[in-house]
């Protein structure tokens, strides 16, 4: 009986997790939100209705982030993408006390020790947009169109790997996505499977 009962307990919980990581598939519009960075400054979607936007689920202490940004590739992607008015948006999700989890007064200093090219970086620390999203990964990425639906949702490039050589010859999706909406086509692959750790909510 109780095997039972903890069997329909792990189902329920199961199928209540997947309902909040339920995410948003590409040709939908991207679920609004507000959230604020390490100034104060409050960042609502909404606001940038026009424009490409890329979200970017991050988590610094994740050696497949650590990959991307101790080689420069993401800060390279992240400049390449502001030159084409693009505006990027990095979003931490880890909850209070879990890996990668940092304070409003810590974002600035690993935002310059890095060289970060975003225009933010968000903290979501109950992980109510990373839900709404359904961010499992990190590094994760979202990139939505011009008329505010997601065009891009999966890995960033065809390399799983948290090896650092890796990032030389890969396919990045992201630059990918962002070249396609620019030339005013769909992004080809639309979605793929993301790679790196879980998001520590």
């Given at each position: 009986m ?6 329909f307990l792990?189902?329920?919980l ?11 598939d590409p040709g ?5 939100f507000s959230?604020k960075?390490?100034?104060?400054k409050?960042?609502?979607?909404s606001?940038?209705k026009?424009?490409i ?9 994740c050696p ?10 993401m800060?390279k992607?992240?400049?390449?993408a ?6 990027w948006i ?15 007064k810590?974002v ?11 225009a933010?970086?968000l903290l979501?620390?109950?992980?109510k947009?990373?839900q ?14 011009q ?6 949702e999966?890995?960033i490039?065809d ?6 050589e890796?990032?030389?010859?890969a ?11 620019l030339?005013?086509q769909?992004?080809?692959p ?12």
């Amino acid at each position: 009986m109780k095997n039972s009962i903890r069997w329909f307990l792990g189902i329920l919980l199961a199928a209540v997790w997947g309902l909040a990581l339920a995410g948003v598939d590409p040709g939908q519009t991207a679920p609004d939100f507000s959230l604020k960075d390490a100034a104060g400054k409050v960042w609502s979607l909404s606001d940038l209705k026009g424009k490409i936007v890329v979200l970017e689920w991050t988590n610094p202490g994740c050696p497949f982030v650590h990959k991307h940004y101790d080689t420069g590739n993401m800060q390279k992607i992240q400049k390449e993408a502001k030159g084409e008015g693009v505006v990027w948006i990095s979003i931490n999700s880890s909850a209070d006390g879990k890996q990668g989890a940092m304070a409003p007064k810590e974002v600035a200093a690993y935002v310059k020790k890095v060289g970060s090219q975003a225009a933010a970086y968000l903290l979501d620390p109950d992980g109510k947009v990373g839900q709404l999203y359904g961010a499992t990964n990190t590094p994760q990425l979202f990139v939505i169109d011009q008329v505010g639906k997601l065009a891009y949702e999966g890995a960033i490039d065809d390399q799983p790997t948290f090896r650092k050589e890796s990032v030389k010859g890969a396919d990045n999706y992201v630059r990918d996505a962002i070249a396609s909406l620019l030339a005013g086509q769909k992004p080809n692959p639309s979605q793929t499977k993301p790679y790196g750790c879980s998001v520590k909510y």
